[in-house]
């Protein structure tokens, strides 16, 4: 072969790219994280818009209430009666119930709660689901007023809390606390078992 012909060597692959498509094999080689690692950005990230989420849940009660009058009447609902004094009061309790589950989600998240971070991520992908659905079945706008701000709070949680770092962080977390469970009581006496 000529020399203008010849085929260089190929350069060796950096260790540090990963393939675009990631096969069950990589998640076992993710790198561990000490137990007193300082806590990732994805996590700090992941709680603040966990606690944003939160506001949102707020804000969007507000807008509720101010045309809770004009759904009632489109719900055949009497706002004025026993009856829709009940309905109302249902719906804020469902908000209320669900703002107290995202302010504990995002202390427990905060705390390193795998369960916490992959509740979060369930809801995230269910709400975001349901908001695609809505919009190409029924086709129910996505505006200011309505949920975008929800939608995209709930799309960056599950960006954040998805991610490596939050993961290694917070299975650390969980290995650190089971092992401080199974340790000894302090003066090294193991509980007795009650029998």
Do not use: C, Q
């Given at each position: 072969?000529?020399?203008?012909?010849?085929?260089?060597?190929?350069?060796?692959?950096?260790?540090?790219?990963?393939?675009?498509?990631?096969?069950?094999?990589?998640?076992?080689?993710?790198?561990?994280?000490?137990?007193?690692?300082?806590?990732?950005?994805?996590?700090?990230g992941g709680?603040?818009?966990?606690?944003?989420?939160?506001?949102?849940?707020?804000?969007?009660?507000?807008?509720?209430?101010?045309?809770?009058?004009?759904?009632?009447?489109?719900?055949?609902v009497d706002?004025?009666?026993?009856?829709?004094?009940?309905?109302?009061?249902?719906?804020?309790?469902?908000?209320?119930?669900?703002?107290?589950?995202?302010?504990?989600?995002?202390?427990?998240?905060?705390?390193?709660?795998?369960?916490?971070?992959?509740?979060?991520?369930?809801?995230?992908?269910?709400?975001?689901?349901?908001?695609?659905?809505?919009?190409?079945?029924?086709?129910?706008?996505?505006?200011?007023?309505?949920?975008?701000?929800?939608?995209?709070?709930d799309i960056?949680?599950?960006?954040?809390?998805?991610?490596?770092?939050?993961?290694?962080?917070?299975?650390?977390?969980?290995?650190?606390?089971?092992?401080?469970?199974?340790?000894?009581?302090?003066?090294?006496?193991?509980?007795?078992?009650?029998?």
């Open positions: 072969m000529s020399a203008a012909g010849a085929r260089r060597p190929r350069p060796p692959r950096d260790p540090g790219k990963r393939p675009a498509i990631e096969t069950t094999a990589l998640f076992d080689r993710d790198p561990a994280a000490a137990a007193d690692a300082p806590r990732p950005a994805p996590i700090v709680t603040v818009l966990v606690l944003l989420r939160a506001a949102a849940t707020v804000l969007w009660g507000a807008g509720f209430l101010r045309v809770w009058p004009r759904i009632a009447e489109e719900a055949g706002a004025g009666t026993a009856e829709g004094a009940a309905v109302l009061g249902v719906l804020i309790g469902f908000g209320a119930v669900w703002l107290g589950v995202l302010i504990v989600f995002a202390v427990l998240i905060w705390r390193g709660s795998t369960t916490a971070r992959m509740l979060a991520l369930g809801w995230t992908t269910l709400t975001i689901v349901a908001h695609a659905i809505a919009y190409f079945a029924n086709g129910e706008e996505i505006t200011v007023r309505t949920t975008l701000l929800t939608l995209s709070l960056l949680v599950l960006l954040a809390l998805s991610s490596r770092p939050a993961r290694t962080w917070s299975r650390a977390r969980g290995e650190a606390r089971r092992a401080r469970r199974a340790r000894p009581h302090a003066g090294g006496r193991r509980r007795s078992a009650r029998v």
